[in-house]
């Protein structure tokens, strides 16, 4: 069993230190309960804001290289699996996840997700920074401007369009170490699909997107020198661990404010602030 650990275990985490651990902790500890928050909130998924955390916490500890980013969409999308399991179980006690899109979609999604794998492991850190701020700025624009009423069709893409479409929503949510909130929302909104159901279908997805690429992820060779502490595979588990259990704690607190509150102006700011964080990563990738 430990030789068929050792491979997949980083180095780094031989000389780990108990200072570094907690320093690393706390900075997760702070990404985490705000990940939760926005996600209860304003409904968003938490890897559009855990993998530029995941990217400032990890630069912060002096760890980088050309796979960093790789690093931060593998531990995202691996937090992703908890959440939206947690989340689709929920949602189906209400009967909103609709079974039917997720049996159609589903299939494609992974496929996407597979392959963008394959193409996240290829490419360098800066590349990746650089599709992220572009794919996070095209979607807090999004969110900006958007309007409900926005149709392309009366219902979900079939045949080709459908054949097509599914494994863009599994492929861009790799890239990007997200879940299917961010893209699968307004791809069903669109489509005149109910916003609730939408919200709880497009947790479905995220399982879809997250399993197999992250399966994926395991098995993805890191240069040891640039991996924090017990990371296996590009997946680090110090960030994985206290990121779930602080957005376990904290999205409920976010749900209780949406309540109590008129979301629609927070979300509106939130966008702004995921343009602005969008356009910091443009700006790193550029090395300006």
């Not at 990746?128 to 969110?143: E, T």
């Amino acid at each position: 069993m430990q030789a068929m650990i050792s491979p997949l275990m980083s180095e780094s985490a031989i000389a780990m230190t108990p200072g570094l651990l907690a320093q690393m902790a706390g900075l997760l500890v702070v990404t985490g309960a705000v990940a939760g928050v926005l996600a209860g909130l304003l409904g968003v998924g938490g890897g559009i804001v855990l993998v530029p955390a995941f990217f400032y916490v990890f630069q912060t500890l002096g760890y980088g290289g050309d796979q960093l980013m790789q690093m931060c969409l593998a531990t995202s999308l691996a937090t992703i699996i908890v959440t939206s399991v947690r989340s689709v179980l929920s949602h189906n006690k209400k009967g909103a996840v609709d079974w039917d899109i997720l049996r159609g979609w589903g299939a494609g999604i992974a496929v996407g997700a597979i392959i963008g794998v394959t193409v996240a492991a290829s490419l360098r850190s800066t590349t990746l920074q650089a599709l992220f701020g572009v794919l996070a700025l095209v979607i807090g624009l999004y969110m900006a401007f958007g309007r409900a009423d926005w149709r392309l069709g009366s219902e979900m893409p079939k045949g080709l369009r459908r054949i097509v479409l599914s494994p863009m929503v599994g492929f861009l949510s790799v890239l990007m170490g997200i879940g299917g909130g961010s893209f699968g929302v307004p791809l069903m909104s669109l489509h005149a699909t109910p916003i609730h159901r939408a919200v709880a279908t497009a947790a479905g997805f995220g399982v879809i997107i997250a399993v197999p690429s992250v399966i994926g992820f395991l098995f993805l060779p890191i240069d040891a020198a640039a991996r924090p502490p017990l990371t296996v595979g590009a997946v680090n588990l110090v960030a994985f661990v206290v990121v779930i259990a602080m957005t376990l704690i904290t999205a409920p607190w976010g749900v209780k404010l949406a309540h109590a509150m008129d979301p629609k102006p927070l979300k509106r700011v939130f966008a702004i602030f995921l343009i602005l964080v969008a356009l910091n990563m443009l700006r790193k990738s550029l090395g300006l």
